[in-house]
């Protein structure tokens, strides 16, 4: 199948009131370009570099979203344009994404990224982490950044239940913060790739972030390995 084809089958798979973000990392600007022009609006990539190199080199009505781990030191390169920071995991990176949109003169969305999966390497809050983070509520001093819902990675696994499992923490966990500390507008729930995002979708996900079933398979070659 050809690049659009398979755009158009997992536009297909996906049901009203989910957004695709398609992951393009590793992948390049023509690449990107082609589902442009087939009508895509939202690309998800890791690093901020090459985030910054492919807006640069693409029309600006792209919405780019970081989906990455996100050292504070680079949140310079994308604070003028990105819309959503998917990969909050510290306090620190939330003052840094907060400063970094006043410089810009900019309100920046961003979610926490929950970690649930058995990797230990995974980042991420544990859900007591975020409780606790929240109820001491230093988040509420920054002024430029929207808290918009919780992203989750889970499980490299073909246990489906467990994946099931996880996803269903992070859905409540949603909800359980709404209702304390936010509004109606906490409400993006993204969590979901190419090999588990029907069974996220099962478990309310409302953004699903897939790169190889659109793009093929990733080459990171070999200085990336
Ligand atoms: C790479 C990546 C994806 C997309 O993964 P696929 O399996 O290619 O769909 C989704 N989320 C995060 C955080 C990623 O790093």
Redesign the pocket.
Known sequence: MSLIEQYETVKRSLPEGVTLVA?S?THPAEMIRELYDAGQRIF?E?RPQELREKYDQLPHDIRWHM??HLQTNKVKYIAPFVELI??VDSDRLLAVIDKEAAKNNRTIDVLFEIHVAAEETKSGWEPDELRAYLAGGAWRAYTHIRCRGLMT?ATQTDDEARIRSEFTTVHDLLAELRDRYFDATFDTLSMG???DYPIAIACGATMV?????IFGA?NYGPAAQ
Not at 209 to 213: N, P, Y
């Open positions: 992951v990392k998800g890791n989906i990455g998917h990969s990675v790739m190419t090999h972030r897939i790169g190889s079933k990733r």
